[in-house]
């Protein structure tokens, strides 16, 4: 199994930008998929980024030209670089990683809370 554990939220204005990051507990090289999700209280968590393991990144419109996706496999990590944020931005972002298989292993971090607000 994988634990993940997100940091970088906190609270910034309308146009800032906030990096988080996502830190395995064990080697995700050419094995797990991984992303960044987020999620309002009420509404359904929607995927916000994607990167997998071969490196294909997709992005939901919303972010697309905004938000950046990465990887360090060799630090076991997973970057989300947020720019030109919005209130619509404010939400509870979690890590996600997926080891594809027969049997298909999903796991999920605590979360971050980010707030974009004047």
């Known amino acids: 199994q994988v634990q993940l554990v997100e940091s970088g939220g906190g609270l910034v204005q309308p146009g800032g930008s906030l990096r988080l990051s996502c830190a395995a507990s064990?080697?995700?090289?050419?094995?797990?998929?991984m992303g960044w999700y987020r999620q309002v209280p009420g509404k359904q968590r929607e995927s916000v980024a994607t990167i997998t393991s071969f490196g294909t990144v997709n992005y939901a419109d919303s972010v697309k030209g905004r938000f950046t996706i990465s990887r360090d496999d060799a630090k076991n990590a997973v970057y989300l670089q947020m720019n030109s944020l919005k209130p619509e931005d404010t939400a509870v972002y979690y890590c996600?990683?997926?080891?594809?298989?027969?049997?298909?292993?999903?796991?999920w971090g605590q979360g971050t809370q980010v707030t974009v607000s004047s």
């Open positions: 996600n990683a997926v080891r594809p298989g027969t049997i298909k292993y999903v796991y």
């Open positions: 064990r080697s995700i090289f050419r094995t797990y998929d």
